[in-house]
């Protein structure tokens, strides 16, 4: 009995050693290497020109918070009238205009969390335009789906 004690006592000591000397050489680091264990943090995408004109759609962070998203507003405007003349037109169904305007609520629950600071940096404008684009495509594509109404 007193056996099967130290034998499990010699154990724990060993694996208690173990971890020891394994937690001293991960403080040392990967020398240099980046550890493939950890995540990849995501970087912004390059610079690669003007989305859809920028520069005349959007002054950077200089202007007042409203002038930023007043664009973003008017197509989210214009995009539910869309749905609803749709609707009334019998070009969109029911369910087709509930998930467009779950899609419109979407985005508008991004602009509000990107506003949250008090203005739309160009990098959150540049997300919603291409997140409206998107919205206005899929509209596009409801209305022209031609699926037996």
Do not use: C
């Not at 971890?19 to 990967?30: D, F, I, K, R």
């Not at 405007?77 to 749905?83: A, K, P, R, W």
């Not at 991004?110 to 998107?134: H, K, P, V």
């Amino acid at each position: 009995m007193t056996n099967l004690n130290l034998g499990k006592k010699l154990g724990l000591i060993t694996l208690a050693g173990l971890a020891l000397v394994a937690g001293s050489a991960q403080a040392h680091g990967w020398y240099g290497h980046d550890n493939p264990y950890l995540p990849v943090v995501a970087q912004a995408a390059p610079y690669q020109g003007d989305h859809h004109a920028f520069g005349d759609r959007f002054e950077r962070d200089f202007s007042p918070r409203h002038e930023n998203h007043a664009s973003i507003d008017q197509r989210q405007q214009q995009q539910m009238q869309s749905i609803r003349d749709g609707m009334a037109a019998g070009r969109i169904s029911r369910h087709e205009a509930h998930d467009l305007a779950r899609e419109q609520m979407g985005i508008e629950r991004t602009q509000r969390r990107y506003l949250a600071d008090g203005r739309l940096s160009r990098d959150e404008w540049i997300r919603l335009d291409r997140m409206l684009d998107q919205s206005a495509a899929n509209l596009r594509a409801e209305k022209h789906d031609r699926n037996g109404r």
